[in-house]
């Protein structure tokens, strides 16, 4: 008969062999395929930046846990590694070093550790620090190499527009959607990457099957990924078939910018995002009509990490009102 004491703790009581450190290493697993295939169309510059913008994170979250807090560092569960590669995803391949630095502090320093690092923070960090970069570098963050054309070289000389600022220069000058897609690449091209753009965001099916690994290894949930895709799907939809020649087709706004990668990898962001199937669902709708609206009526061509970023802060309201009913509770009224 045993005699050891009795241990009462507080819940939860079930444990998991799910952690931090093993989501991480999935999210960068996930990422791997379109990293190589930012690194077959842009080069050397696609690893530079890469690689910059994952040591000034994790640089950061070291030296301000380690010698401003003084507290241990936790850079060895790999969040900051992912966030590091969320940012340069985020980022055109000739964005200068510096450049990718100050947008690693902004998202590590003031995005995350300002609010008490992992799990505290109210806003994606990656999309934080991309925002910042966008308002205070918007030239440099908008000169968009060319696919395959700079490979090798130290310097990306080549640059040309993304199809989705062609688009809205183009529409915006009176010219019909239907001759502006005969000069953009196709609809195949769009979805296996042959354009310009961010690093992480060029080949919508390399996402796809990132994020078809994490549904299988149980990082995010189906609800947020396909209400922000569909529902930018129909919104954009809508608006085609008021006026096809002014508007540009529902196909186009999904392969094009940041939708499956915001979708898949940053709306979905599990201290950002709601807790609830509901939540989930109303987030994620709200983010798809966000980008459309941007994109259509606002000043930028893109408008995923402005529409991520303002629904993150709607986060704690819908958890609240789709949070479960307690069980035993009676309704009134």
């Known amino acids: 008969m045993s005699h050891g004491k009795l241990i009462v703790s507080l819940s939860p009581h079930v444990s998991s062999p799910d952690h931090v450190r093993r989501i991480m290493l999935d999210v960068v697993l996930a990422l791997l395929p379109a990293a190589l295939w930012s690194v077959y169309l842009f080069g050397?510059?696609?690893?530079?930046?890469i690689f910059v913008s994952v040591a000034a994170c994790v640089?950061?979250?070291?030296?301000?846990?380690?010698?401003?807090?003084k507290v241990p560092s936790s850079v060895d569960d790999g969040a900051a590694v992912v966030t590091g590669l969320l940012l340069a995803f985020n980022l055109p391949s000739n964005i200068p070093n510096w450049m990718i630095v100050v947008g690693g502090f902004v998202a590590i320093a003031i995005a995350k550790m300002t609010f008490g690092g992992i799990g505290n923070n109210p806003f994606n960090p990656a999309l934080v620090g991309r925002v910042f970069m966008l308002?205070?570098?918007p030239v440099a963050m908008t000169s968009w190499p060319v696919p395959l054309a700079n490979r090798g070289q130290m310097i990306d000389a080549v640059t040309a527009a993304t199809p989705l600022s062609i688009a809205k220069e183009g529409l915006k000058n009176g010219i019909a959607s239907d001759q502006l897609m005969a000069s953009l690449p196709n609809y195949w091209d769009l979805l296996i990457g042959q354009r310009g753009g961010c690093l992480g965001e060029v080949s919508v099916l390399l996402l796809s099957l990132g994020g078809l690994y994490l549904l299988y290894r149980k990082v995010i949930q189906l609800e947020i990924p396909l209400a922000v895709i569909s529902s930018v799907f129909i919104f954009s939809g809508i608006l085609w078939m008021v006026n096809p020649q002014t508007n540009m087709s529902p196909l186009f706004h999904i392969l094009t910018g940041g939708i499956f990668l915001g979708a898949i990898f940053?709306?979905?962001?599990?201290?950002?995002?709601?807790m609830t199937p509901a939540g989930m669902i109303i987030f994620g709708i709200a983010i798809g009509i966000l980008t459309v609206v941007i994109r259509v009526f606002g000043a930028y061509p893109e408008g995923m990490s402005f529409a991520i970023l303002i629904m993150n802060a709607f986060v704690p309201l819908i958890d609240r009102f789709t949070k479960p009913q307690k069980y035993g509770k009676l309704k009134h009224g």
């Open 59 to 69: 640089i950061c979250e070291y030296c301000i846990q380690r010698f401003l807090l």
């Open 266 to 274: 940053m709306a979905t962001d599990m201290v950002t995002s709601p």
């Open 44 to 49: 050397f510059q696609a690893v530079r930046v």
């Open 135 to 137: 308002i205070s570098f």
